[in-house]
């Protein structure tokens, strides 16, 4: 039986901000590695960074390799078959797949996606808000599990570009081919149209990067709940979010 663990999808290039996994964020320390030491600290899975072959990621290698972390490098546009080789390159049989622009993962709801998917035969689980899988939120707090398997069925159904650009969204938006799994997530965050904790833009980086300065200055381990309280009592910072939600649809 192959084993779990997280498999980082990770880039320099982005069309709206470029190197933003690698911009100061806090305290001097980029997002990126900001979230490889989340995933260090709180739990032992094995850590693969899958970035492309394309030269402008070689500082993404350097950084993984002086971290630690296991490193595979494949196709900048087919992302679902750099996850596949990356996974049979370890021997990663059950992932979960991480993005890397979300440094306000939820440690909490990780160790629950991460616990019911050890203990079930799904072929993808994650958490689902208002009826829309958490991927495609403004949220930020969650990543998804899904096993080698699937993948590899959905290289051999599909050969659309979308759905090897975005590795998932073929086994959620095809139910009946695939055992899929929604998790309840925090019920704190049931109607909220109103959080954008994901980051795209400029402004997104420096809003996120003094939120995550205010919240670590109160608590370190801070969560979903932390920072529901602390933007419900700084409606500023919200104002802004739904600036941006309006901005960038999902």
């Not at 055992?179 to 980051?199: A, C, Q, S, Y």
């Amino acid at each position: 039986m192959g084993k779990f663990g997280f498999v980082i999808q990770a880039r320099i290039g982005s069309s709206r901000l470029p190197s933003k996994i690698l911009l100061p964020f806090f305290e001097g320390k980029s997002i990126f590695d900001l979230l490889i030491e989340k995933l260090q600290s709180n739990f032992s899975l094995p850590i693969i960074l899958a970035t492309s072959q394309n030269k402008e990621n070689d500082i993404l290698e350097q950084i993984a390799s002086k971290k630690g972390i296991l490193i595979y490098r494949g196709s900048e546009n087919n992302v679902l078959g750099r996850f596949i080789f990356a996974a049979n390159e370890f021997n990663i049989k059950k992932i979960i797949r991480i993005c890397s622009d979300n440094p306000f993962l939820d440690v909490a709801e990780l160790k629950t996606l991460i616990h019911f998917s050890e203990n079930s035969d799904f072929d993808y689980v994650s958490f689902i808000v208002d009826k829309i899988p958490s991927i495609k939120t403004h949220f930020g707090f969650w990543t998804e599990f899904v096993t080698f398997q699937a993948l590899e069925k959905v290289d051999s159904f599909t050969s659309l570009p979308l759905y090897h650009e975005h590795v998932t969204n073929f086994i959620y938006e095809n139910p009946n081919l695939f055992n899929v799994h929604f998790l309840e997530p925090n019920k704190k965050i049931f109607g909220r149209k109103d959080i954008r904790m994901t980051l795209d833009t400029e402004q997104d980086f420096n809003l996120l990067s003094e939120i995550y300065y205010k919240l670590s200055n109160e608590n370190c381990d801070f969560g979903i709940d932390e920072i529901l309280d602390f933007l419900d009592n700084n409606s500023d910072y919200k104002k802004q979010m739904i600036n941006q939600i309006n901005n960038n649809v999902k």
